[in-house]
């Protein structure tokens, strides 16, 4: 599976947009880019994957670029419940063994 | 949507003494079930691949010995921690993929503690 690298950590204003970055450079054409997100002591919780096309759902939107280089997260109205460490994965299938990386942790602010 | 449900979801232990943690689907048949250790601060990471009916494929350093998992049917797995230590004192979380639509679920975790 290709490596990605995130930031560390970020800060959003409670009710402002999050926007998480994900490198994977050296993702190949048959891997997905899916996010998951560990709200601390917790199981991860599925966010959104994609292939090429950016994806949205009740949860977050998923912007990649065209040349699948990279990737955003996009937390349209961050909450205080969204504070949490995200991964972004690259995989070849939904149903894979998936690698975690050190992935960001993201704190909303009041 | 697909639950997988983790028991117990904290214990504490003696030194010397084995734990068992389930891992169970519950409302769909897991093909593979995926166990991983997580030390605080840290990033999960995979200890081994269950397939039901078949001996589990552990990741390079994860002593199988130590690590008895057993995955006799589809909606459940067994992760038994032998003799342990305090150093395998961490969160242990499982996540199953369905057989019917591939999708990968987790579980809550097991938190272990060692005295």
């Known amino acids: 599976d290709a490596k990605t690298t995130q930031p560390t950590s970020m800060d959003c204003a409670e009710g402002r947009a999050a926007n998480l970055p994900c490198n994977h450079s050296?993702?190949?054409?048959?891997?997905?880019v899916y996010w998951y997100r560990q709200i601390h002591s917790q199981g991860p919780q599925y966010i959104i994957h994609g292939l090429k096309n950016n994806e949205t759902n009740e949860m977050a939107s998923l912007i990649i670029t065209e040349d699948r280089k990279s990737s955003t997260l996009i937390l349209p109205h961050a909450t205080l419940r969204d504070t949490a460490v995200y991964y972004c994965?690259?995989?070849?299938?939904?149903?894979?063994?998936?690698?975690f990386g050190e992935g960001t942790q993201l704190t909303v602010n009041p | 949507g697909a639950v997988v449900s983790q028991h117990p979801s904290w214990v504490i232990c003696k030194s010397g003494t084995s734990v068992k943690i389930e891992c169970r689907s519950l409302d769909f048949q897991a093909t593979t079930m995926f166990w991983y250790r997580q030390f605080p601060k840290q990033s999960l990471m995979l200890m081994a691949t269950s397939n039901e009916g078949s001996k589990a494929t552990y990741e390079q350093g994860v002593e199988k010995d130590k690590f008895l998992i057993n995955h006799a049917s589809l909606t459940l797995s067994t992760l038994t921690v032998t003799s342990a230590h305090p150093e395998d004192s961490s969160f242990y979380i499982c996540?199953?993929?369905?057989?019917?639509?591939?999708?990968?679920?987790f579980g809550e975790g097991s938190r272990l503690t060692v005295l």
């Open positions: 050296t993702i190949s054409g048959n891997e997905y």
């Open positions: 996540s199953a993929r369905s057989g019917s639509t591939g999708e990968l679920f």
């Open positions: 994965i690259v995989t070849q299938t939904s149903g894979s063994r998936l690698t």
